[in-house]
């Protein structure tokens, strides 16, 4: 019976062990996440050069899709206002170097000479570990109520 509680109880410890380290990445990557859009805002293109992944590609919720070139061009006619993410995100590991951030976000902000709108989304961006740095490689929005 003893050696069967301390078997369940190193098992407990491993899970939990498990869970912290998710939860690490998690805040990890929505920090990286929340630096993305802080760079969006700020029109800093140098440093979404230097932050997003060579093969970037980013799929709105309007259809249109970018790679890092691209995004990068858009980025330089576009105001960002605003983002909210809501604190309910969520990360899935795919792999030791693959993972799935999950959030909810509330953009406002206008591509030149449009009118200022905002959008509610569904956001999943996949991150790649490589050289030891975590990068985006895709981001995708869905619409959400």
Do not use: C, H
Not at 24 to 36: H, T, V, W, Y
Not at 42 to 69: C, P, T, V, W
């Amino acid at each position: 019976m003893i050696g069967r509680r301390s078997l369940a109880g190193a098992a407990v410890l491993a899970l939990a062990g498990v869970a912290r380290a998710q939860d690490s990445l998690r805040d990890e990557l929505m920090a990286l996440e929340r630096q993305g859009w802080d760079y969006v805002k700020a029109r800093d293109r140098a440093a979404l050069r230097r932050f997003l992944a060579d093969d970037l590609l980013q799929i709105y919720s309007d259809g249109s899709r970018y790679a890092k070139g691209d995004f990068l061009d858009y980025v330089a006619n576009y105001r960002l206002d605003s983002s909210v993410i809501e604190p309910t995100y969520a990360v899935r590991v795919v792999g030791p170097d693959v993972a799935l951030l999950i959030y909810r976000v509330t953009s406002r902000g206008a591509a030149r000479l449009d009118r200022t709108r905002s959008d509610k989304v569904l956001a999943t961006s996949i991150y790649v570990r490589r050289d030891g740095k975590w990068t985006s490689v895709l981001y995708q929005e869905t619409p959400s109520p």
